[in-house]
């Protein structure tokens, strides 16, 4: 209990308290340099390690606890305490290592009130490194959104404030993009289900919230999987689609972990609003003004939090210039993919399949497609239905056999839980 309260209001404030707030400088100048193409292929093959981290049940078998019980949240790592690497993940990475999938970079260093630093010598914009702390774009990633598309997520939840932003965002029929940490989920079970039962798209923003260039690459991985086995159990067995990196900070050897171990995608922004460091609402109300006032090339590609009653209401009031500014109000998940927010089912209210087939990532090392990192669904082959609870009963009937993808979409991600069934 006492865990319970303290995070769920120290998590901002250390949020806060220690970002630098260089790392949370806007990225609006768009100049940033593309590098080189990552190593490896980043089409998902079918023995891709991802299809056996996340397994489905036999026959399905989705009887996942209801969230908030305390059989959902036994076997997790206890908020506050070291999370340890389950071997069939750590398998996974070292099988990544030993295929030369995963770069062998130092870890940076954190460092107080500044950017995390590298060891001497290494330059954090070499192609080799492409720190994103350092403005260096890998590509692949996603830092911008379609023209005229304001892509819109909140980081840091769920949290007490994240009820007021899904009711604001239900009156108005649209959905947002949550990039959750996985012990703000333990700790606030209700908001997550606000957020998941009213459609919106979850994403993966780590479990602790760390620097994760400072973490070994054992490290890294925990980060990734627990968040994503956690917001597995309580979807019904969707597997994220999409992780942003607390503070920006991500580099090639993060990022190749996140999509050659996991299958995830990284997801930085292009416009800080900066709510996270701000006593009153106008400041931030000032920045959307000032974003919204840009070209429509490329989109606004928003970082946004719900973490206070200032963050959700400086966005509520700003939100009616987003419409009379000419820009389109979409999910990020939803627009970056074309429509399908999870690597096994089209968004939370629609089926998901048994197969779990994964979407293929693009072989070309542009960052200008962002559109085309995924295959659209075959929307005549699945029929969403919305979705008001987490047991995987409510999916059962919804399945759709993998045929919600696209035949580039390959391999097999069984359903059950490694770990906590
Ligand atoms: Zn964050």
């Not at 995070?7 to 220690?18: C, D, G, N, T, Y």
């Not at 400041?283 to 989109?299: E, H, Y």
Request: net charge negative; aromatic share 10%.
């Amino acid at each position: 209990m006492f865990w319970s309260s303290f995070l769920v209001f120290a998590l901002p404030l250390v949020h806060a308290a220690s970002v630098p707030r260089t790392l949370h400088d806007s990225h609006d100048d768009h100049t940033h340099e593309v590098d080189q193409a990552l190593p490896g292929s980043w089409y998902q093959e079918p023995d891709h390690p991802v299809h056996s981290l996340f397994k489905r049940a036999p026959g399905d078998g989705t009887n996942y606890p209801a969230v908030g019980t305390p059989q959902w949240s036994a076997g997790f790592p206890v908020p506050g305490t070291p999370i340890t690497l389950p071997q069939a993940w750590a398998s996974a990475l070292n099988a990544a290592v030993a295929a030369g999938k995963i770069p062998n970079i130092p870890q940076s260093t954190n460092t107080p009130n500044t950017s995390p630093t590298y060891p001497q010598g290494v330059n954090p914009n070499s192609p080799e490194v492409c720190s994103a702390t350092y403005k260096c774009r890998i590509p692949g990633d996603i830092w911008d959104s379609p023209t005229g598309v304001f892509a819109s997520s909140f980081d840091d939840g769920p949290l007490p404030p994240t009820t007021q932003l899904v009711q604001f965002l239900q009156s108005n029929n649209l959905k947002t993009t949550h990039f959750m940490i996985g012990v703000n989920i333990l700790n606030n079970p209700t908001q997550f289900n606000t957020a998941f039962d009213a459609g919106h798209d979850i994403a993966v923003h780590t479990w602790s919230h760390p620097y994760m260039t400072t973490l070994s690459n054992q490290d890294v991985a925990a980060q990734f999987g627990w968040t994503m086995q956690l917001i597995h159990n309580s979807t019904g067995g969707r597997v994220p689609r999409y992780w942003r990196p607390p503070y920006g900070d991500s580099d090639m050897r993060v990022r190749s972990i996140a999509k050659e171990v996991f299958g995830l995608d990284t997801v930085v922004w292009n416009q800080d609003t900066l709510d996270w460091s701000q006593a009153s609402t106008q400041p931030i109300q000032d920045s959307m003004n000032r974003f919204l006032a840009m070209p429509k090339t490329p989109g606004v590609m928003i970082l946004e939090h719900e973490t206070s009653a200032i963050t959700v209401t400086a966005f509520i009031n700003s939100f009616p210039l987003i419409a009379s500014n000419g820009w389109n109000f979409r999910s990020l998940a939803e627009v970056i993919s074309n429509g399908t927010s999870y690597q096994n089912a089209a968004d939370s209210g629609s089926s998901v399949s048994l197969k779990g087939v994964l979407v293929s990532a693009p072989t070309s090392s542009t960052t200008s497609s962002i559109i085309s990192t995924s295959a659209p669904p075959t929307s005549a082959t699945s029929t969403p239905s919305p979705s008001k609870t987490n047991t995987a009963s409510s999916f059962r009937a919804n399945v759709s056999y993998g045929a919600l993808f696209s035949p580039l979409l390959v391999g097999t991600l069984s359903a059950v839980l490694l770990f906590l069934s």
